[in-house]
């Protein structure tokens, strides 16, 4: 499975962005997509997630609310809508995809991802 990553860009605090994920290859084998950032300095921190079937949704408590994760199937893409978006959300944000069924708590871990996007950068100003 191939994932390209877009959307990314500069914006102002309080402001808008909307993060596209498309997959491609073996996307059967897809099991549910993730969205994960990386700060500088910092460690890749789980954003959201979505499973294919069901539309099952997960969400960092942080951002809940603020975030919202969807999913086109017949594009096979998955989308992260941010809104009220903070300089404390600037980071590359990451997509991923698991191929086997994870519960809950497993799909907030990076580690168990079997494929990763390049990063789209987000930059928010002050």
């Known amino acids: 499975v191939q994932l390209q990553a877009s959307g990314g860009g500069l914006v102002q605090a309080g402001g808008s962005l909307r993060l596209s994920c498309a997959a491609s290859?073996?996307?059967?084998?897809?099991?549910?997509v993730g969205w994960f950032r990386q700060a500088p300095g910092k460690e890749r921190e789980f954003v959201a997630t979505?499973?294919?079937?069901?539309?099952?949704?997960y969400y960092a408590d942080s951002l809940k609310g603020r975030f919202t994760i969807s999913k086109d199937n017949a594009r096979n893409t998955v989308f992260l809508q941010m809104n009220s978006l903070q300089p404390e959300d600037t980071a590359v944000y990451y997509c991923a995809t698991v191929t086997k069924p994870m519960g809950s708590s497993s799909l907030r871990s990076p580690k168990i991802y079997d494929y990763w996007g390049q990063g789209t950068l987000v930059t928010v100003s002050s």
């Open positions: 290859g073996r996307t059967s084998s897809s099991y549910a």
């Open positions: 979505i499973t294919w079937r069901g539309g099952n949704t």
